[in-house]
């Protein structure tokens, strides 16, 4: 269980467009930067987005990022069957004397 | 290119102190975050708390009792201490370079298991 709310599955065939969405409350998304993290199977976690919308150097632009008040987003374009992952949302929490929260992950299928 | 290595024993006995040492290679520690993540078999991403090359520290609440991190700067390496281990902190074990609120740089992980 998580203070991040993300969907546990999501898919697409290749070359679609999938969306996966992270809700959170005023102490985390409301005030901090979102964070997204893709998880390859049986590998480390990778930086996918950092503040809320940046990509660091070597993310494609079929990722982005976006935040409205207390929800994020995370959207693919153009599917890939490479794009097959856990992918997790994160957030800095200010209650709890600071807290780095983590969603509790989508797994996004390429059908 | 920054790496980032884990090492320790991958089993320890209940209510002992889990050991872990990141080695950070290809970089200096000096002036960043350094962070302890981990992830049981199976489920998703649990952040221990992070390091700052000066010594500062910050835990997860629910872990703060049990956790120590420290930083050598000399050996450029930074470790966790995790103590009264039980079989709930059977995990792959992360260390990561924090930058800017975001882990960029990541160690493979190391699998630790609590087990009589």
């Known amino acids: 269980q998580s203070v991040l709310t993300q969907p546990p599955s999501a898919s697409g065939t290749p070359g679609q467009r999938v969306t996966i969405s992270c809700s959170g409350g005023s102490s985390n998304i409301g005030s901090n930067y979102v964070y997204w993290y893709q998880q390859l199977p049986g590998t480390a976690p990778k930086l996918l987005i950092y503040?809320?919308?940046q990509r660091p150097s070597g993310v494609p632009d079929r990722f982005s990022g976006s935040k409205s008040g207390t929800s994020a987003s995370l959207a693919i374009s153009g599917l890939r069957s490479e794009d097959e992952a856990d992918y997790y949302c994160?957030?800095?929490?200010?209650?709890?004397?600071?807290?780095?929260?983590f969603g509790i992950g989508t797994k996004v299928t390429v059908l | 290119q920054v790496q980032l290595q884990e090492s320790g024993p991958g089993l320890e006995k209940p209510s002992e102190t889990l050991s872990l040492t990141c080695t950070v290679s290809?970089?200096?520690?000096?002036?960043?975050?350094w962070s302890w993540i981990r992830q049981p078999p199976g489920k998703g991403l649990e952040w221990i708390g992070y390091v700052y090359f000066r010594g500062g520290t910050s835990y997860n609440p629910s872990l703060k009792s049990r956790v120590t991190i420290s930083v050598d700067t000399s050996k450029n390496q930074f470790s966790l201490k995790l103590t009264s281990v039980t079989a709930a902190d059977t995990a792959i074990y992360y260390c990561a370079r924090t930058h800017g609120g975001g882990s960029d740089y990541w160690g493979p992980g190391t699998l630790v298991t609590v087990s009589s």
């Open positions: 503040r809320n919308n």
């Open positions: 290809g970089g200096s520690i000096s002036g960043y975050y």
């Open positions: 994160a957030v800095w929490d200010d209650s709890l004397s600071g807290l780095y929260v």
